[in-house]
């Protein structure tokens, strides 16, 4: 008996992990708003990227008492973030934000948690 009920309240678990939450959130704000439901637009889920999100390059500096010889070097922190433009690209506000949020989705990653690195921006 104490096996049996083991059984169901580690399936109801299982559930609850595999419940998925976006849905009714969206549909409770769309009640929410119903009042200007013709002046708003709601669109769910919406896929950002359409492969896997990678960085460039992520220099980690190893000691911080290290004096890097080298003109970029020399500014850089414990963790150092790279977004290769090819030259006919430009750099502008649009490619500033997506390589900050690198550096944010970064900080909230599992690697982050494997690696031991920081749990911010900058110091």
């Keep these: 008996m104490m096996i049996e009920s083991k059984l169901k309240k580690d399936n109801l678990m299982n559930d609850f992990k595999k419940t ?13 708003l119903r009042a200007n439901k013709k002046s708003l637009k709601f669109e769910s889920e919406i ?4 492969k896997p999100i ?30 290769y433009k090819s030259p006919e690209d430009t750099m502008n506000v649009d490619a500033y934000f ?12 599992p690697i982050r948690m494997i690696k031991k690195m920081p749990t911010r921006l900058y110091d």
């Design 20 to 32: 998925q939450w976006h849905p009714p959130f969206c549909s409770a704000v769309k009640l929410e």
């Design 47 to 50: 896929v950002l990227n359409t």
């Design 54 to 83: 990678q960085l460039d390059l992520l220099v980690i500096k190893k000691l911080e008492s290290s004096t890097i010889q080298n003109e970029i070097g020399k500014i850089f922190r414990e963790y150092n973030i790279f977004e």
């Design 98 to 109: 997506k390589t900050l949020s690198y550096a944010c989705l970064l900080i909230v990653s």
